[in-house]
């Protein structure tokens, strides 16, 4: 249980596009979601978190109007990249807990998406 | 911010050796979460603890609560070369987010 799955695995595209990821649980209602951006040999870095129904909140340094997203619904939230730049270029990784975890800290990742601008 | 320190950065295993890695912090946390990553991918939740002092195993994996609620351990007895990958310690911070150390790479020995 505690599934979360994550569209596209890899994307690749040209500079100044946007770029949509998706992460969607399988198995339960994701009252939070949050988004992690982890570059090489590092650890996970928040940049967002994102509650069903509301607006997200974004960590500090992090551009909202660079890093939309959207959490429309309990089983979806959605990250676009807008006019994406050779540095975008990163893993991007989703979590969510919600009801059927065990503590509102635990957090279950999706496999990530490799985004590649070239 | 809150932040950990998680010791040691990377190990060599031989199979059938045990493994130890610990977080450390000057902040207090709610709880403690362990992680493994492999290349590629999401991070895996191995074990989650709530209380301090609590100790709680997963199969080979055993993870310690410090009583202080600054720290944290992660023990794999009997490692089997499956075992490789970064492990990730994270502290349940007070706003409900999740605080990730820097990650203990195992790898297996040459």
């Known amino acids: 249980g505690a599934v979360v799955s994550q569209h596209p695995s890899w994307v690749i595209c040209k500079s100044g596009t946007s770029v949509k990821i998706e992460c969607r649980s399988l198995?339960?209602?994701?009252?939070?979601m949050f988004w992690y951006r982890q570059f090489p040999k590092q650890s996970l870095m928040l940049m967002a978190t994102?509650?069903?129904?509301?607006?997200?909140?974004?960590e500090q340094g992090v551009e909202k109007d660079k890093f939309l997203i959207n959490h429309a619904s309990l089983t979806l939230s959605t990250l676009t990249v807008t006019s994406a730049h050779p540095e975008d270029s990163s893993f991007y990784i989703c979590?969510?807990?919600?009801?059927?975890?065990?503590?509102?800290?635990?957090?279950?990742f999706g496999p990530g998406t490799r985004l590649t601008v070239t | 911010g809150q932040q950990l320190n998680q010791s040691p950065q990377s190990m060599f295993i031989q199979e059938g050796e045990d493994v130890s890695m610990n977080c450390t912090s000057s902040?207090?946390?709610?709880?403690w979460l362990w992680y493994k990553q492999e290349p590629g991918e999401g991070p895996v939740l191995l074990i989650a603890?709530?209380?301090?002092?609590e100790l709680t195993s997963n199969g080979r994996l055993t993870a310690q609560f410090g009583i202080t609620r600054k720290d944290s351990f992660l023990n794999i007895s009997a490692s089997i070369p499956s075992d490789v990958g970064i492990y990730f310690c994270?502290?349940?911070?007070?706003?409900?987010?999740?605080?990730f150390g820097k990650g203990t790479k195992l790898s297996v020995k040459p």
């Open positions: 994102s509650n069903e129904g509301s607006k997200a909140t974004y």
């Open positions: 603890l709530y209380k301090a002092g």
């Open positions: 994270a502290g349940g911070g007070s706003q409900g987010n999740l605080i």
């Open positions: 198995d339960f209602q994701a009252t939070t």
């Open positions: 979590s969510a807990s919600g009801y059927k975890t065990a503590s509102h800290y635990e957090q279950y």
């Open positions: 902040s207090i946390f709610n709880t």
